[in-house]
Nanobody, 116 residues
Framework: QVQLEESGGGLVQPGGSLSLSCAAS????????MGWYRQAPGKQRELVAV???????RYADSVKGRFTISRDNAKNTVDLQMNSLQPEDTAVYYC??????????WGQGTQVTVSP
């Protein structure tokens, strides 16, 4: 059973930046998809950005041009660079992986708060 450990959340002012990182506890076999979802209070969990083993990324419309996802297949890590953050980006951000030999797996979540 793979475990995902997230880091990098916190409090930032509107217009600021944060970077999230996620590391898997063991090798994740290809092909797979790693990425980030978020859940704001009272709302459903939603996709933020995901990337497959080949490096193809998909973003939510609300974060295009502001967030950038990247991954290191050799290290089994996925990162999310978030720029121009807005209060509506406030949520718990979850790392997620799904792939060969690894069923859908979630991290414990990390809080991102955007507030003056």
């Amino acid at each position: 059973q793979v475990q995902l450990e997230e880091s990098g959340g916190g409090l930032v002012q509107p217009g600021g930046s944060l970077s999230l990182s996620c590391a898997a506890s063991r090798r994740i076999y290809s092909p797979n998809i790693m990425g980030w979802y978020r859940q704001a209070p009272g709302k459903q969990r939603e996709l933020v950005a995901v990337m497959n083993t080949a490096g193809n990324a998909r973003y939510a419309d609300s974060v295009k041009g502001r967030f950038t996802i990247s991954r290191d297949n050799a290290k089994n890590t996925v990162d999310l660079q978030m720029n121009s953050l807005q209060p509506e980006d406030t949520a718990v951000y979850y790392c997620h992986v799904d792939g060969v030999g690894t069923g859908p797996t979630w991290g414990q979540g990390t809080q991102v708060t955007v507030s003056p």
